[in-house]
């Protein structure tokens, strides 16, 4: 079945500190992939996704590339703000007939100022 | 755009207790899914429904039920609670096609004593 591999964190940034936090994914086929942020007392939001392989999806500063040879699609930001500690969760969508998304296990960044 | 609402955002039962959750979403999606997030445990599908009249179990099915009488409506009930139950309560829906991400609710905190 699909499982998504994602870093624990903690991490810990200073602000304008260059992010990347690795996600890896065993799946079949070639799913859509997908980044959720959730800050702090909310829900989860979409924060991107890429649809195919090569492909890059970007929001709020924050990247990812969807990259079929590593099957990975790691989150990357060049300069991260106070405002983006958050929890960040990598996952794939539901596959076959059981409706369920498979998320990573999230992982919490703290940037301090 | 209400997109996705949970009521209420906050409760607190006493063991043996019953309550039901109230989801409602404006988008017209056809998918709804009931999520809990516990520490260390990541978000776990309690159930989900497919569309109007329809409902699915998840992962961790036991001690709930749920009913989508309407489209646009999913409600999640604890007959009886239990402290077990204790955890953050996540509603979300999508549009069918594995390509869409999921809109989610803010989430009820519910706390069983």
């Known amino acids: 079945g699909n499982s998504v591999t994602q870093m624990e964190g903690p991490v810990t940034l200073s602000e304008e500190a260059f992010l990347t936090i690795n996600c890896t994914y065993t799946?079949?086929?070639?799913?859509?992939l997908f980044w959720y942020v959730q800050y702090p007392g909310e829900g989860l939001q979409l924060l991107l996704k890429?649809?195919?392989?090569?492909d890059k999806g970007s929001n709020k500063g924050f990247e990812a590339t969807y990259r079929k040879e590593t099957t990975s699609f790691h989150l990357e930001k060049g300069s991260v703000q106070v405002s983006d500690s958050a929890v960040y969760f990598c996952?794939?969508?539901?596959?076959?007939?059981?409706?369920?998304?498979?998320f990573g296990i999230g992982t919490k960044l703290q940037v301090i100022p | 755009n209400a997109g996705v609402t949970q009521t209420p955002k906050f409760r607190v039962l006493k063991t043996g207790q019953s309550m039901t959750l109230l989801c409602a979403q404006d988008?017209?999606?056809?998918?709804m899914y009931w999520y809990r997030q516990d520490p260390g445990m990541g978000l776990r599908l309690i159930h989900y429904?497919?569309?109007?009249?329809?409902?699915a179990k998840g992962e961790v099915p036991d001690g709930y039920n749920v009913s989508r009488l309407k489209k646009q409506n999913f409600l999640l009930g604890l007959e009886s609670a239990a402290p077990s139950q204790t955890s953050v309560y996540f509603c979300?829906?999508?549009?069918?096609?594995?390509?869409?991400?999921?809109?989610f609710g803010s989430g009820t905190r519910l706390t069983v004593v």
């Open positions: 979300a829906s999508s549009q069918s096609g594995t390509s869409y991400g999921y809109t």
């Open positions: 429904s497919v569309g109007e009249g329809t409902t």
């Open positions: 996952a794939l969508p539901p596959s076959g007939g059981y409706q369920k998304v498979t």
């Open positions: 890429a649809t195919k392989a090569d």
């Open positions: 799946a079949t086929g070639y799913p859509s």
């Open positions: 988008m017209n999606h056809e998918y």
